[in-house]
């Protein structure tokens, strides 16, 4: 395990430990993965972690809370020092259906990379 800060209260495993846990969570309990990203999801948007909170629930594939996430959180993102580039959520994240049910989304371009984080 990795500390992630100076008074040791957030940690992370070491990739190739947490690439091993995710394999053997979708080897034994593949049907809960989906609903454990969508409670990461809702447990880190509630603690402001809005870039974090929006992959998890496009890992969950739930794309209705990903859009809510993005809507609520995108004019907030665009502007953060430190959300980098990389680590923004992309319109290409999300599937392309999303843009005509979800409106007050804002629009894609035609760059593959769209950063919903920008404005249009």
């Known amino acids: 395990m990795v500390a992630l800060d100076t008074s040791r209260t957030w940690f992370r495993y070491h990739q190739l430990f947490a690439d091993l846990l995710r394999l053997q969570l979708r080897r034994t309990r593949s049907g809960e993965v989906a609903a454990l990203h969508r409670a990461a999801a809702g447990w880190l948007a509630g603690r402001g972690m809005e870039v974090e909170a929006i992959r998890h629930a496009q890992a969950a594939r739930d794309w209705g809370l990903a859009a809510r996430l993005l809507a609520d959180q995108w004019p907030g993102l665009y502007g953060r020092p ?39």
Not at 96 to 120: A, E, M
Request: hydrophobic share 15%; charged share 35%; aromatic share 0%.
């Open 82 to 120: 430190s959300t980098s580039r990389r680590s923004r959520p992309r319109a290409t994240d999300t599937p392309r259906p999303l843009d005509r049910r979800l409106p007050h989304l804002p629009p894609r371009h035609n760059q593959t990379d769209t950063d919903l984080t920008k404005p249009c």
